[in-house]
């Protein structure tokens, strides 16, 4: 079974703190998600990461896929309170790119 | 330009009831999915479909039937339904290419009594 663990699970910090969510595996992605959902909404987009090594960056929001392409990392600076709401990740095995393997879920709420 | 749309937004359904949630996309993707939500359980996939007239099984497809109708819309049936059923239901839709990001739309939140 191919699995995503995504941590932490729950996150609670003051306005303008920085904090980062990991997203980790075993199996080699062809490319990795990161995405928002919030309350009473289907989840959307922020970035997508095809390239080991690489980093985009999102306004505050700095994503790197890892060298293997089995794990990435979301940074936030200076969190704001409009950051809040719960962060996906979402990997597509090779060969296989219709299909997501998701992670739990970073429920991060961030206090002003 | 409506992107994913989902009906019903809210459903309660008595043990044993059946009903049909219904999406449509207007993006002209070939791949759309259904998906369950559940506190602690993340996104689980129900069914998919690569294309029109083709679909197949995901993680949780016991007690669910799927009808991929045209391109542009893709139904979740409930036969009989079970209190286990009770969750938040996600359709999403996909461009082919490498990196394609899944929409979704707004949700059905839906009780089982």
């Known amino acids: 079974t191919q699995l995503l663990e995504q941590s932490p699970q729950f996150l609670s910090i003051q306005e303008g703190e920085n904090l980062t969510v990991y997203c980790n595996s075993s199996?080699?992605?062809?490319?990795l998600q990161w995405y928002r959902q919030e309350p009473g909404e289907g989840p959307v987009l922020l970035v997508t990461?095809?390239?080991g090594g690489e980093v985009k960056k999102l306004k505050r929001l700095t994503f790197q896929f890892g060298d293997a392409r089995k794990d990435s990392s979301l940074h936030i600076t200076a969190a704001q309170p409009g950051d809040t709401g719960l962060y996906l990740c979402?990997?597509?095995?090779?060969?296989?790119?219709?299909?997501?393997?998701w992670g739990l879920g970073t429920s991060l709420a961030v206090n002003p | 330009n409506a992107g994913v749309t989902q009906t019903p937004k809210f459903q309660v359904l008595k043990t044993g009831q059946s009903m049909t949630l219904q999406c449509a996309q207007d993006?002209?993707?070939?791949?759309m999915y259904w998906y369950r939500q559940d506190p602690g359980m993340g996104l689980r996939l129900i069914y998919y479909?690569?294309?029109?007239?083709?679909?197949d099984k995901g993680e949780v497809p016991n007690g669910y039937n799927v009808s991929r109708l045209n391109k542009r819309e893709f139904s979740l049936r409930l036969e009989s339904a079970a209190p286990s059923q009770t969750s938040v239901y996600f359709c999403?839709?996909?461009?082919?290419?490498?990196?394609?990001?899944?929409?979704f739309g707004p949700g059905t939140r839906l009780t089982v009594t």
């Open positions: 199996s080699v992605f062809s490319s």
């Open positions: 979402a990997g597509a095995v090779a060969g296989n790119n219709r299909k997501l393997i």
């Open positions: 479909s690569a294309s029109e007239g083709t679909t």
């Open positions: 999403a839709s996909r461009g082919d290419y490498r990196g394609g990001e899944q929409y």
């Open positions: 990461v095809v390239t």
């Open positions: 993006m002209n993707h070939n791949s």
